[in-house]
């Protein structure tokens, strides 16, 4: 089951820092930047048993936020997703260090950022780096080199043509609830 996530209000895109690029800013009323947008599935697209709660904006004690939730069963699949897609041509992301965001989730889930790039020909194709989650809303700085190649023609992405960066419950039979308030690229 596939979901769109509708935009709340985006003009341009921010710069996350001085020098970063900011893709998508629930707090800030920028759900994604121009020619960038959500989608959510479940593994029931290639037959497996994850349930996705329908994505949401999200009112928390810290601000706006996407939601992602629902149910992960490892048996037949075992993931659920949201995932920030870039549409028409693919966006060279070579000029920043990585990908930063900012989360929450309860203890006990497995998450992950997932990037799609132009080498990923096949639907459970990516680059994936697992996220280390504590308590309470943090800020998450993953550098390329910290994406591993699953089922990919290259082993280290080639940014310069990335497609999608997506945020994973996935590999653990879990009730997810992650809160996404900013997806962004950084620099060095």
């Given at each position: 089951m596939k979901y769109m996530i509708g935009m709340l209000a985006a003009t341009i895109a921010l710069p996350l820092s001085a020098q970063g690029l900011l893709l998508s800013d629930f707090q800030a009323g920028l759900s994604s930047a121009p020619g960038w947008s959500w989608q959510g599935f479940a593994d029931r697209v290639m037959g497996g048993r994850s349930d996705l709660?329908?994505?949401?904006?999200?009112?928390?004690?810290?601000?706006?936020?996407?939601?992602?939730?629902?149910?992960?069963?490892?048996?037949?699949?075992?993931?659920?997703?949201?995932?920030?897609?870039?549409?028409?041509?693919?966006?060279?992301?070579?000029?920043?260090?990585?990908?930063?965001?900012?989360?929450?989730?309860?203890?006990?889930?497995?998450?992950?950022?997932?990037?799609?790039?132009?080498?990923?020909?096949?639907?459970?194709?990516?680059?994936?780096?697992?996220?280390?989650?504590?308590?309470?809303?943090?800020?998450?700085?993953?550098?390329?080199?910290?994406f591993k190649a699953e089922s990919s023609m290259r082993k280290v992405p080639r940014v310069q043509f990335l497609e999608s960066v997506a945020l994973v419950a996935a590999y653990l039979d879990f009730e997810p609830d992650l809160k996404i308030y900013r997806v962004g690229l950084y620099r060095q």
């Open positions: 709660v329908e994505p949401g904006i999200v009112n928390t004690p810290e601000g706006l936020a996407l939601r992602l939730a629902g149910k992960v069963v490892t048996r037949g699949g075992g993931f659920i997703q949201v995932r920030l897609e870039k549409e028409g041509e693919r966006f060279d992301a070579s000029p920043y260090a990585g990908v930063e965001l900012v989360l929450s989730a309860p203890p006990g889930g497995r998450y992950y950022v997932f990037l799609r790039t132009k080498d990923n020909v096949f639907p459970w194709s990516y680059y994936g780096a697992l996220l280390e989650l504590g308590p309470g809303v943090q800020t998450v700085r993953l550098p390329w080199s910290a």
